[in-house]
């Protein structure tokens, strides 16, 4: 009987007087339960299936193929291009499974602009989301640039829950569409993973029965992911005492087999990190040989070194033991690294097959491979890359545009073309800005509020982060006239934060020579062309770029050996004299391999402000930027000496004015296109000049 007839039928009874004249209402039946849905069919024996898992990572919130610096298209990277890669993928195998290995909501003005400048609300999804929300992914991970915007900022832009200090998360907010997941990260206030370790993601795949027969079969997905224990250092002023961080094999080693009882049938780990022939270290960044190796792993997706895996070419960026580049294994299980920027989708093909009791994987029909959104080079050796998809641009153009409007914001003029071309051989023009800009704001604070440390002479090292890795357009390139906010962003691309870190004379000259490894040793008999530049970041070159440093790089020699004459005001540097020296938060605090002391102990203070809006602000007070007085201090040279052969290098075709303009006097164009199909010349550099 319902409710209402119940009280009813109650009601009229009382009035009745509890007689027999009141209506008589026949009973209402229950009403009959839902018929239980079939029972899905039993998967018979031999029954084989095909999945391709297809990899994103480090996106870095490149939406559209557009440099917000030039404020230019650039095909080169976009996600609206591995959109196409995606859809094509999806069109040649009818089991997919897209997955994203983190580094995603930072990374472009358009990120900054929805994290810092107008913050996206809590009633829309980040840009980055929406279009992958509206792609379909079905699992994600964190990188390390997830937490670069505090932990509140994550937990709205993940949609809620995090369960850490200072952060609500009761607070309902829009977010990705499919689950994130991350298994050695930790919240110090519950003592439990700050997101789900992992996920198992059920997928209807189409199938093949013994009898060749079209079957459909449920396949359980279980994705874990891991991330780059150094968050805790490079970014220590939003995590220092909420979070703690686990080693990915040991976090691995405790989940999988959780995964496995859950009923997965494969399992993928998403790690943020590559591959490095280090001993283990549960802080290492690059686990990939050592996670490879825990039980139940069947496919590994690796992402943060921006690197390219499986790498087929002559000489592949990866070679270490156990590494197989032609099978696309790392100690025989699959493997794949796309890139970065959505240059590249990964794409790992699993057959499967069933016993009656369990799927495996069929490791004879495994494939790996990268598919690039560059198809080849027209007849003129330009690169040709596919087609953007036209539904992903409509989703976030109204912030594209906003985005565009904020970068333009005029901060200044400078009467100088400020570029990084040439940095790598001498030219200071677009470091040394960033270098008083980061001097000027740590000696003030030194002066305001750190007596003890207000004798000792304040100087800056800072590098140029944009140096041509990703081709002949990846340089600082601001030109003579207005200086906008996208220009700052150009001149300092990372949103670090400034550090102060007190350090000795001698300790200068080992960072100085860790810098130096920038390049290859050089034979003056050699009379081959030697390539200058190893594969040592351009982003890791700190240098100086004031008069009252100076010092040669002497690339004739070993390692560690390179750092010549190196004198403060005109004196050999005293090696026990103390100097504060202003940097970014990822080298005072994870920069061990330059000296010791960069491993946080060194640091004096740790800003709160992004290096960015330290010069923003700086141009902002200077509001005219000279070449004389912020761009002609040239605190290195290279060692004169004269060599048999060609010393070469690579940067931007058509750039020697820059050198020029510079007073770079021994630079010449050797080859006009080194024939890359990525923009690039070879020059040639005189070192006996």
């Keep these: 009987m319902s409710a209402c007839v119940a009280i009813l039928a109650a009601a009229l ?42 990899e994103t990572t480090d996106l870095h919130f490149n939406v559209r193929s557009y440099d917000y610096f030039k404020l230019a298209e650039d095909k080169s990277y976009g996600y609206e291009r591995t959109a196409t890669l995606i859809n094509a993928a999806r069109k040649e195998f009818p089991n997919t499974v897209l997955l994203d290995n983190g580094d995603t909501i930072q990374g472009t003005a358009l990120a900054d602009y929805e994290a810092l400048v107008s913050r996206i609300p809590c009633t829309q999804p980040l840009s980055i989301y929406k279009v992958m929300n509206a792609s379909g992914f079905d699992a994600g991970t964190l990188g390390n640039h997830e937490f670069n915007y505090g932990l509140d900022f994550l937990n709205q832009v993940l949609g809620g829950g995090l369960d850490v200090d200072g ?24 003592g439990k993973p700050l997101i789900a370790p ?106 943060h070194q921006h690197g390219t895996f499986p790498d087929r070419g002559t000489n592949p960026g990866y070679k270490q033991a156990g590494v197989d580049n032609k099978a696309g294994t790392v100690n025989g299980v699959p493997a794949v690294m796309a890139s970065s920027w959505g240059k590249a989708l990964g794409l790992i093909r699993l057959d499967l097959v069933y016993d009656g009791k369990a799927w495996s994987v069929d490791k004879t029909k495994t494939n790996v491979e990268l598919r690039s959104t560059q198809t080849g080079k027209d007849s003129a050796g330009k690169a040709i890359y596919v087609d953007a998809d036209p539904s992903v641009a409509p989703l976030i153009e109204t912030q594209h545009q906003a985005a565009i409007t904020y970068v333009k914001t005029p901060i200044g003029s400078t009467d100088f073309r400020m570029n990084t071309y ?39 090292v800072s590098a140029p982060f944009k140096s041509g890795y990703e081709g002949g357009r990846d340089y600082t390139d601001v030109a003579v006239g207005n200086l906008a906010i996208f220009n700052a962003a150009d001149l300092y691309l990372y949103p670090n934060t400034v550090y102060a870190v007190k350090v000795t004379g ?71 004299k103390e100097f504060v020296i202003a940097t970014n938060n990822y080298r005072a605090t994870s920069g061990a391999s330059f000296i010791p002391a960069l491993d946080g102990r060194a640091t004096i203070y740790a800003s709160p402000d992004a290096n960015r809006d330290v ?29 048999a052969g060609n010393v070469v290098f690579t940067s931007g075709q058509g750039q020697l004015s820059a050198a020029t303009d510079a007073g770079l006097n021994n630079i010449s164009v050797l080859t006009a296109d080194d024939g890359s199909g990525k923009g690039r010349s070879v020059y040639k550099l005189d070192l006996s000049k």
């Design 167 to 190: 952060v609500d998360g009761s607070k309902k907010c829009a977010g990705p569409t499919f689950p994130m997941v991350l298994a050695n990260v930790q919240s110090i206030k519950s």
């Design 198 to 303: 992992y996920t198992i993601v059920t997928k209807q795949f189409t199938a093949t029965d013994p009898d060749g027969k079209a079957v459909t079969v449920p396949i359980k997905v279980g994705v874990i992911g891991f991330t780059t224990p150094g968050i805790l250092n490079w970014d220590k002023r939003f995590l220092e005492g909420k979070v703690s961080t686990q080693g990915a094999v040991e976090a691995a080693n405790k989940y999988i087999p959780e995964l496995r009882a859950k009923g997965a049938d494969i399992v993928v780990a998403l790690q943020h990190g590559g591959l490095d022939a280090s001993p283990y270290s549960p802080t290492m960044e690059s686990p990939g040989l050592y996670l490879s190796k825990v039980p139940g792993i069947d496919a590994l997706m690796m992402g």
């Design 422 to 460: 040439f940095a790598d051989v001498g030219d200071p023009g677009a470091i040394q800005i960033v270098n008083q800009a980061q001097a000027d704001y740590v000696a003030a604070y030194i002066q305001a509020n750190l007596p003890q440390y207000a004798s000792l002479p304040v100087l800056s």
């Design 506 to 576: 001698a300790e200068i000259k080992g960072w100085l020579e860790a810098a130096a490894k920038r390049f290859n040793k050089i034979s003056t008999s050699a009379t081959a062309d030697q390539q200058l530049i190893s594969t040592f970041p351009g982003y890791n070159f700190d240098m100086f770029t004031t008069p009252d440093v100076q010092y040669e790089i002497d690339v004739t020699q070993d390692v560690g050996s390179r750092i010549k004459n190196l004198m403060y005001k005109g004196a050999a540097i005293d090696p026990a």
């Design 13 to 54: 009874t009382a009035c009745g007087g509890g007689g027999s004249s009141g209506p008589i209402f026949p009973p209402v039946a229950p009403a009959p339960n839902p018929p239980a849905p079939p029972a899905p069919a039993p998967v018979a024996a031999g029954t084989r299936t095909t999945v391709a898992l297809l």
């Design 615 to 643: 010069l923003i602000e700086y141009i902002k007070a200077k509001k005219t930027i000279t070449r004389a007085t912020n761009g002609a201090a040239r605190s290195w040279r290279f060692t004169q000496v004269t060599t």
